[in-house]
């Protein structure tokens, strides 16, 4: 049962097939079994999760079964859950425990999914490799000497181990993209404001977007079905109504008018990447569509201008976490001074406080019209690039990394060149736009991921493109389950 899909397993439960408590229970066994191998969970909620499976059972037998009734599905470290520690992959919330839940994740529990715990990230969402957390790095199922990808690398890892079907994840740079490329996932960053941040630990509020982490399209449209909506409580939730993103994935792609910016197929390229990547865009030509040469020309500007903006976000929203209300405090301050310098320094991981002395130098006077004004204004151009691209094409499409996994280790001692991994995906979140990553090949043996960008509230259109592609293909079918794993699976 691990091996079925979230549509797989919405069917079987009406069917009657297996029991949600069946398979709630059978992954349970399996994450107890399999995840020292990988480290994709800080918290499992085994006694919880049954609970609910219990309750969905009933739900199915009653016959007013909402949509996700019964299905196991985990949830990144960084939403809020009532009773349940909420991390942030920090040391600073290693005693967190909210009295409430997310929107997302009440969204989730109205829709019957059961939780089966939460999934191990980057430290406050600042990483690309999943190794920032203070549980450790997340080891990539396809390779456990490489990295997930981040910041949402447990989540990823957690379904390329078939661990779960599916998870929920946040995307400020290309957290849910770039893991799911690196692990052979699906991954969708919703337009920003389509899913209520509301009970989401923040990191740069004008980036961050929650979305989910899937093996195939289908099944994030069924996890972004009931994840976006309305929610009065978020200032930059978009107040629309829910929508069913399953409705439309069975369209044609005929006539599709798919935009390669140049820009995407330059130098930082891995050359074995490009080639998957060009596969694919054939593989969409012989389904009916066309591909346009566009250029966003202010890419190369998107790094240096994120991080700018994220850091000065960052300073601002960490400022919080003082010793004082909650979190990590200090042992025996001399004063207030020293229970603030020495709760943040000992409660923040090096990439944290990296991002905030960087962010609070950027605001600092003098220096706020020089880089973070500036940075803004280059946020509006590569904003504008997007604008006038999609006055010529339906979606644009590229890599979503410039090269597979690398191994854990490789990149620590180079912020740099870390922060280069999300060269392809930065853009996305300063603009605004729907973004998502699916299998498109391996090179080495290792995945290699397809980034499809979409325009404004065109989720629907970018599910549609992917889910065509994968009915298509079989890259999303290909289990990360190792030799030996598989062999004591025994074709279960």
């Known amino acids: 049962m691990h091996q079925l899909t979230i549509a797989e397993i919405i069917r079987g439960l009406r069917d009657k097939q297996f029991s949600s408590v069946e398979i709630t229970r059978q992954l349970l066994d399996r994450i107890q079994q399999q995840d020292s191998n990988y480290n994709s969970f800080i918290t499992v909620t085994a006694e919880q999760a049954l609970q609910r499976a219990e309750a969905a059972d009933r739900q199915l037998a009653a016959g007013d079964a909402p949509a996700l009734c019964g299905v196991p599905i985990a949830h990144k470290d960084i939403f809020c859950t009532s009773g349940v520690r909420t991390s942030c992959g920090s040391k600073m919330l290693d005693n967190f425990v909210p009295p409430y839940d997310a929107t997302v994740v009440e969204n989730l529990q109205h829709a019957g999914a059961v939780s089966l715990g939460k999934t191990n990230m980057d430290e406050f969402a600042m990483g690309s490799s999943n190794e920032t957390s203070y549980y450790g790095p997340v080891k990539n199922p396809w390779n456990t000497d490489r990295v997930s990808g981040g910041s949402s690398g447990g989540s990823a890892a957690a379904v390329a181990a078939q661990l779960v079907p599916g998870a929920t994840a946040t995307d400020t740079g290309g957290s849910i993209r770039q893991p799911a490329a690196l692990t052979n996932t699906t991954g969708l960053k919703p337009t920003y404001g389509r899913v209520s941040r509301w009970g989401m630990v923040a990191f740069a509020s004008s980036l961050d977007q929650a979305g989910p982490i899937a093996r195939n399209a289908e099944d994030c449209a069924h996890l972004l079905s009931a994840m976006a909506g309305p929610d009065r409580r978020d200032s930059t939730n978009l107040q629309r109504d829910a929508e069913d993103f399953t409705a439309d994935l069975n369209k044609s792609v005929q006539g599709l008018k798919i935009g390669v910016p140049k820009e995407y197929f330059g130098e930082g390229l891995n050359a074995d990447t490009a080639a998957r990547v060009q596969d694919a865009l054939k593989e969409f030509e012989k389904l009916g569509a066309e591909l346009v040469d566009i250029s966003l020309p202010h890419t190369d500007l998107a790094v240096p201008a994120y991080y700018v903006i994220a850091p000065a976000e960052a300073s601002a929203n960490l400022s919080r976490f003082d010793g004082v209300r909650y979190g990590y405090r200090c042992e025996n301050p001399a004063d207030l ?156």
């Open 337 to 492: 001074r020293d229970l603030y310098m020495r709760s943040r320094g000992e409660g923040f991981g090096e990439e944290v406080k990296r991002r905030i002395l960087v962010g609070t130098y950027a605001l600092s006077a003098g220096y706020y019209d020089a880089y973070y004004n500036k940075a803004q204004q280059v946020r509006r151009l590569i904003k504008q690039d997007f604008v006038d691209a999609f006055g010529k094409v339906d979606v644009i499409m590229g890599p979503t990394a410039p090269s597979p996994a690398f191994e854990i280790g490789a990149k620590v001692a180079d912020p740099v060149a870390m922060y280069l991994e999300d060269i392809y995906t930065i853009a996305t979140n300063l603009a605004g736009l729907p973004g998502m990553s699916l299998p498109c090949g391996r090179v080495g043996n290792m995945p290699v991921g397809l980034q499809i960008i979409g325009n404004y509230l065109d989720e629907a259109r970018m599910l549609n493109v992917a889910h065509q592609y994968q009915q298509a293909t079989d890259w999303h079918r290909a289990s990360a389950l190792s030799l030996t794993e598989a062999a004591a699976a025994g074709g279960e």
